[in-house]
């Protein structure tokens, strides 16, 4: 079974432009998480999706915005960027229902802001 | 406020000796899950235990086992016989569930681990 993929790997951005992140995640499962990794603030919760729905969310800015598709994929997108965004950005899948919160991670999308 | 500690920002170990890194967490709830995660400089999240509350027995993977005092809010993980392939930036999760009963991880921010020949 193939694991969680995300598209791109790397990620070169200049302030005030947008960006969008991907992640398709286990087949068979219809929960896809975000988390924003970065030195100082470690791992942050963004928002979670399941079956098409975002059904949580953690306190991060209106710029930040993500949606789900029929097949589960996910995308997360990031408006009027700032230095600050700078960050890895994983995400996670799990089934949504049952299993005890077990996630699995993508190798995650490394964004740079200049 | 859901909150989850790891006092030790770096550790290093002799390979083939045993380490443990702490982790305390904070939380109202009577049932929940817990994890060590590794995250190696490949960036990877790999999955190192789970532990859940309920469940007075320690969980143990192999190498890899904890120390789970649920009273004092404690859940260390003990690598036994740690290899080279150890070394990693280690991550105590806590799952909680919100309002809507939908869950979220909530992260320490991790131990350092360097196991050296």
């Known amino acids: 079974k193939a694991g969680v993929t995300q598209t791109p790997r790397y990620l070169i951005k200049t302030r005030g432009q947008q960006v969008t992140l991907s992640c398709s995640p286990i087949s068979g499962h219809r929960s896809v998480s975000w988390y924003q990794q970065t030195p100082g603030q470690g791992l942050q919760f963004l928002f979670e999706?399941?079956?098409?729905?975002?059904?949580n969310k953690g306190n991060f800015p209106g710029r930040f915005s993500g949606r789900q598709f029929s097949n589960s994929r996910s995308e997360m997108n990031v408006s009027t960027l700032e230095l600050g965004d700078s960050a890895l950005y994983l995400c996670?899948?799990?089934?949504?229902?049952?299993?005890?919160?077990?996630?699995?991670f993508g190798a995650g999308t490394r964004l740079s802001v200049l | 406020a859901q909150t989850v500690t790891q006092s030790q920002p770096e550790m290093s170990v002799q390979e083939a000796e045993t380490v443990t890194l702490s982790c305390t967490y904070d939380t109202s709830e009577s049932n929940y899950y817990l994890f060590w995660y590794k995250q190696p400089p490949s960036r990877q999240m790999i999955l190192v235990i789970r532990?859940?509350?309920?469940k007075q027995q320690n969980a143990t993977e192999n190498r890899f086992s904890v120390n789970f005092q649920k009273a004092a809010k404690s859940f260390s993980l003990k690598i036994s016989d740690s290899q080279l392939g150890d070394t990693a930036m280690y991550f105590c999760?806590?799952?909680?569930?919100?309002?809507?009963?939908?869950?979220?991880?909530?992260w320490g921010l991790g131990t350092s681990l360097a196991v050296n020949p």
């Open positions: 999760a806590f799952l909680v569930r919100n309002a809507g009963n939908n869950r979220k991880l909530i």
């Open positions: 532990q859940e509350a309920y």
């Open positions: 999706y399941f079956s098409e729905t975002q059904r």
């Open positions: 996670a899948s799990s089934t949504g229902t049952s299993g005890g919160g077990l996630q699995y």
